[in-house]
């Protein structure tokens, strides 16, 4: 890692489509080992913003930079080729192919001679099963479709391929929003697992009860603007989640609620 | 395969899955049974003949089979990775009597002009899947509008050069001879043809394209989640391009298959197949949403059609039943293969 940057640097992104503005002046960083979260309520902002930093979008406005070196990306493979590595919540596998399939879709082992090669299944199912294993995922077949796994191993096998694939930077889209209690809690188990192995995370969540276990740092997004960045030690849970929901905004929504009881009685 | 590896304790939720249910997960064993009851079925149907045991008629329905089976293999790995290509019978036609134009009208010798209907397939499946790519329309839509083209081109330029509608007397090019035992001879004294050794030969190519390379995998993304597959790196485009060019290619060599076969070509020839190969392909196992299905499953589906094209022959039924016959055989296959997808995924 270099000694004058951070390894993935936002730096006064701004985004816009026609006159509406998406993003400003949004700035953030992760370092190897760390976890920041991306926190913001639906149209904050927060799919803009990790579509700029996984090269989907090109920003309209500040500079992205890695290894504290500027950099442009113009596509998905600009940002996977500098090691960042994005998981989306519903498009990260495809359910009809099989576990080892899915894994090592798009960067298949082959073995024997240049373009008669042949896919290396035997190998691949190894490594599969030696790496999921690894991460303490527990898949009971790798031959089974991956649709017939739940939805949070599902973001726990595409975790652990990405960080297979040499991922510096993993970005995690939503990961936990459409689980459970107990299935959320397990990717949160392994987006851990990731960092302990030197991965630098981004998590992009609306619940502050997932980012908070789990953050180094939180940035906080409202209508396309930074709320505030913080440190886990200048933060409470309490405090994000009041800052999330716009802090004097839900205070003056209590009132009004409590108003209404008071009203209804 | 290392079963060894780092074996974790007996797994609680891993129920133990005979080897039935093994076996009944695959996709291609639906249309293997169906031809299997086929083949039985005719054996009493057609008892004027020796059905079962007579090479002659073997000959006779692997010949009508290999006719869908050919094209049938890259239409299936097409509808695997989640496209239609309709057009595929009529191209059969438009290559015949390209040959046919190129030997009979431009003296061209057979070879060369093999070369050329070939490039020309391949052209024509290159058109259809950077249109399909490029307007985002559904390949059902554009291949239908490829068919009317074709068939009416076919029928136009056929009429406009020769008068008639059809190309005559293929056989007076040269190199023809050496050709036809390529493409379109008889092996053996039983009238076996060398066609049924190309169906033979793209399935196993097919199935092993779709099982053993890394090609295999992208057909199975573009068509099973075309988006996620693009977002970790496959060439979901140029893999449906390819998947079109080689639909279109194939197609090609069974009107050079069928042209050399005959010595003449029909305008109107192909026309109606492009059904017969979905059938096939669908009889096989292939989903119509794309993302599943066999290249083997697809060959026994040719295999049910030949049999039956043939067997309504020998059984002295009127042929017009042929038609009623494939319709049962689709609507049941897919009944099946359903059944047996669904139970599959629940053994699991």
Request: proline share 3%; glycine share 10%.
């Amino acid at each position: 890692m270099s000694m004058n940057g951070h390894l993935l640097e936002a730096n006064s992104i701004a985004k816009y489509y026609g006159n509406i503005v998406a993003l400003k002046d949004i700035s953030t960083h992760v370092n190897a080992g760390e976890v920041t979260c991306i926190l913001g309520d639906n149209g904050a902002g927060k799919s803009s913003f990790i579509k700029i930093l996984s090269g989907v979008h090109r920003p309209d406005g500040g500079r992205l930079l890695v290894d504290g070196e500027e950099v442009q990306f113009n596509s998905p493979r600009d940002a996977r080729a500098k090691g960042i590595a994005t998981v989306y919540q519903d498009l990260a596998m495809v359910p009809l192919m099989s576990v080892w399939r899915n894994f090592f879709l798009g960067a298949e082992p082959r073995k024997g001679l240049g373009p008669v090669g042949w896919l290396d299944a035997a190998t691949a199912k190894r490594i599969c099963r030696e790496e999921l294993h690894e991460m303490g995922i527990d898949i009971r077949d790798p031959d089974q479709p991956v649709g017939t796994l739940s939805g949070g191993e599902r973001q726990s096998v595409a975790i652990a391929r990405a960080v297979y694939f040499g991922a510096r930077v993993l970005i995690l889209d939503e990961p936990t929003s459409a689980l459970g209690v107990k299935q959320a809690g397990v990717v949160l188990k392994y987006t851990l697992q990731a960092r302990d192995r030197g991965v630098a995370v981004i998590f992009i969540t609306h619940n502050p009860h997932h980012a908070y276990p789990v953050g180094d740092r939180f940035l906080i997004l409202n209508r396309g603007r930074s709320v505030g960045m913080f440190d886990k030690s200048q933060i409470d849970l309490e405090e994000l989640v009041r800052q999330m929901a716009g802090g004097s905004e839900l205070a003056e929504l209590q009132h009004e609620l409590a108003a209404l009881r008071t009203d209804a009685s | 395969m290392a079963e060894t590896t780092t074996a974790p304790a007996p797994d609680e939720r891993l129920v133990h899955v005979g080897p039935l249910t093994r076996i009944l997960t695959r996709p291609d064993i639906g249309a293997l049974v169906g031809a299997l009851a086929i083949f039985f079925v005719f054996s009493y149907f057609a008892r004027s003949v020796d059905w079962l045991t007579d090479p002659g008629i073997t000959a006779g329905w692997t010949d009508q089979a290999a006719q869908f089976g050919i094209v049938a293999v890259p239409v299936a790995l097409l509808m695997i990775g989640g496209e239609f290509d309709l057009s595929a019978g009529a191209m059969v036609g438009s290559s015949g009597l390209l040959l046919g134009y190129l030997t009979v009208f431009r003296d061209l010798n057979i070879w060369p002009a093999i070369a050329i209907v070939i490039v020309f397939g391949l052209a024509v499946g290159f058109v259809n899947g950077v249109v399909v790519i490029w307007t985002k329309l559904p390949s059902f839509i554009v291949t239908l509008a490829t068919f009317f083209v074709l068939q009416g081109v076919n029928a136009a330029l056929t009429l406009n050069l020769t008068g008639t509608t059809a190309i005559q007397e293929i056989d007076k090019a040269s190199g023809f001879d050496a050709a036809r035992t390529v493409f379109a001879t008889e092996i053996t004294k039983y009238d076996f043809k060398v066609k049924v050794l190309w169906w033979i030969g793209l399935t196993i190519v097919g199935a092993w394209l779709l099982a053993k390379s890394r090609f295999g995998n992208w057909i199975y993304s573009a068509g099973g989640e075309p988006v996620a597959a693009r977002n970790i790196g496959v060439p979901v485009a140029r893999t449906k391009i390819a998947l079109f060019m080689m639909t279109s290619g194939t197609a090609a060599l069974m009107g050079i298959i069928t042209a050399l076969e005959l010595r003449s070509i029909q305008a109107k020839e192909g026309i109606g197949n492009e059904f017969l190969y979905i059938i096939c392909a669908v009889v096989g196992g292939c989903l119509l949403t794309g993302g599943y299905g066999s290249v083997i499953g697809t060959f026994f589906g040719a295999a049910m059609l030949g049999m039956v094209q043939l067997g309504i022959i020998y059984a002295e039924w009127d042929s017009n039943w042929t038609y009623t016959f494939q319709g049962a055989i689709l609507f049941a296959a897919v009944l099946l293969n359903t059944v047996i997808r669904s139970r599959a995924q629940r053994a699991r």
